[in-house]
């Protein structure tokens, strides 16, 4: 539902002097035109291999940009009996399918696109025909041709389980393809069971982020608002299942980087690139808050595990320009971020653990809505034109749950989804070969950075 999808663009330039903030709000709405002269930020540098095509498939592939189209359009929440129904009516299908003896698994091999020749490509048709894919008023049953309608129904497929729309059974795609109907029916179970859970005091107005879908939801009474995509933690730094309140939304937020990162991350890059901390406006501290100068600092030095590091504002700060506080037991949060490119990747798992929101400003529109002082639409951004730190506490704190949902099915269509396991918390007995895409996105590392 597109109208749910805020579509305005949030630049990345930020000045400390209110003179400079019309130049901020500017940019907001016009962050491509935004030039410098300077020398490119770690950010700019990252972004320039984004969706290098590594794959090892011989024929050429046109990489044309596609336009995401990765959101849920229904405005029934996750957190639904509405939702629940639905899962019930798919795990009652697929129990069908499950009883007829699934579907056939699709040798894999070379890839398979359209105009292609294939003794699979009959396989591959029974296969999308059981799960609705394939029309089952198909007459080409036992065609080896791919044609046009096979690209169609490939396409709809890999929208399903969130795989790029390309048409094409790559590398990437037999694993999902040969997930079986078993699998997918426990799948179906798991994720029933995960939203029951749920259900237990389900609020009127909260915030939903779903880490394996990579989206938000904002839900005012009982109904989806908006939506967001979202960047959620690396395999090894995996984002938690989390239930909180967002109490305060901090304007140009410092960045007080975690020990976890200065150990695993900042602190190993020093000692390559010790010019880094100035380049990014990272100030380094000893434990009773002294700060050093990081040139006469010795990086191999045992005494850097108590150094503390501290990003100041700015169009590098890893936060952006905005930060969700939440407090929990696990130290994270939602926030904005200068690598706004990656929202355009289908598959986001490149953080440390936060969650990164595109389209930030939005919500934090959104939760301070019933505000005094902030009702009027657009609140939020105006603050921003000021170019100024500031903290809104919350009045009327808004819960946050971070959740783990595999597989759904749409209430206004029935049509049942499935997501990566990107952690492999649906067990063992679950988890699946995905393979993936070297196309779709960034290497998850580089991506990362050190950012949260």
């Known amino acids: 539902m597109e109208d749910l999808i805020s579509t305005t663009r949030f630049g990345t330039s930020v000045v400390r002097a209110a003179v400079l903030g019309a130049v901020v709000a500017f940019a907001q709405f016009v962050p491509s035109f935004v030039t410098t002269g300077h020398a490119q930020s770690l950010w700019e540098q990252l972004q320039r291999n984004y969706g290098a095509d590594t794959s090892t498939n011989s024929a050429p592939i046109d990489r044309a940009p596609q336009r995401l189209d990765d959101l849920r359009p229904d ?226 030095s045992p005494q850097t595990a108590t150094y503390r590091f501290r990003q100041d504002p700015g169009a590098k700060n890893a936060l952006g320009l905005l930060r969700l506080d939440m407090t929990n037991q696990y130290g994270v949060y939602m926030h904005d971020t200068p690598m706004k490119t990656l929202f355009d990747q289908r598959s986001r798992p490149f953080s440390a653990g936060c969650v990164r929101v595109q389209n930030v400003v939005d919500l934090a529109d959104w939760i301070a809505h019933n505000e005094p002082g902030w009702g009027e639409p657009g609140s939020v951004r105006k603050q921003l034109a000021l170019g100024q730190p500031m903290e809104l506490k919350l009045t009327r704190p808004v819960p946050v749950h971070f959740v783990y949902i595999t597989a759904w099915a749409e209430p206004s269509t029935g049509e049942v989804q499935f997501r990566q396991d990107i952690y492999g918390r649906d067990g063992s007995a679950l988890k699946s070969g995905y393979e993936r895409d070297d196309g779709d996105a960034p290497n998850a590392a580089s991506a990362a950075a050190l950012a949260p």
């Open 75 to 300: 405005s029934t929440p996750w957190r639904s009996d509405t939702m629940l129904n639905a899962i019930s009516a798919a795990i009652e299908h697929y129990q069908q399918i499950v009883s007829a003896g699934g579907w056939p698994l699709v040798p894999p091999g070379r890839m398979m696109r359209e105009g292609d020749d294939d003794d699979r490509v009959p396989i591959l048709r029974k296969r999308l025909r059981i799960t609705g894919d394939l029309s089952s008023k198909s007459t080409y049953y036992d065609s080896t041709t791919f044609d046009s309608e096979l690209t169609d129904a490939v396409k709809h497929f890999q929208k399903r389980n969130g795989l790029r729309e390309t048409g094409r059974i790559e590398r990437s795609v037999y694993p999902v393809l040969n997930i079986t109907a078993e699998q997918r029916l426990a799948e179906l179970k798991l994720n029933y069971d995960r939203i029951k859970g749920l259900m237990q005091n389900v609020e009127e107005r909260y915030v939903l982020v779903n880490i394996p879908a990579f989206q938000a939801e904002a839900v005012d009474k009982f109904e989806v608002q908006l939506r967001f995509r979202t960047i959620v933690g690396r395999p090894e730094r995996e984002t938690p299942e989390v239930a909180a309140m967002i109490r305060n939304i901090n304007f140009y937020p410092y960045w007080h980087v975690p020990q976890s990162i200065a150990t695993l991350d900042l602190i190993p890059r020093l000692k390559k690139e010790p010019g880094y901390l100035s380049d990014e406006g990272i100030r380094v501290y000893t434990g009773n808050g002294q700060e050093l100068d990081p040139k006469t600092v010795d990086w191999s």
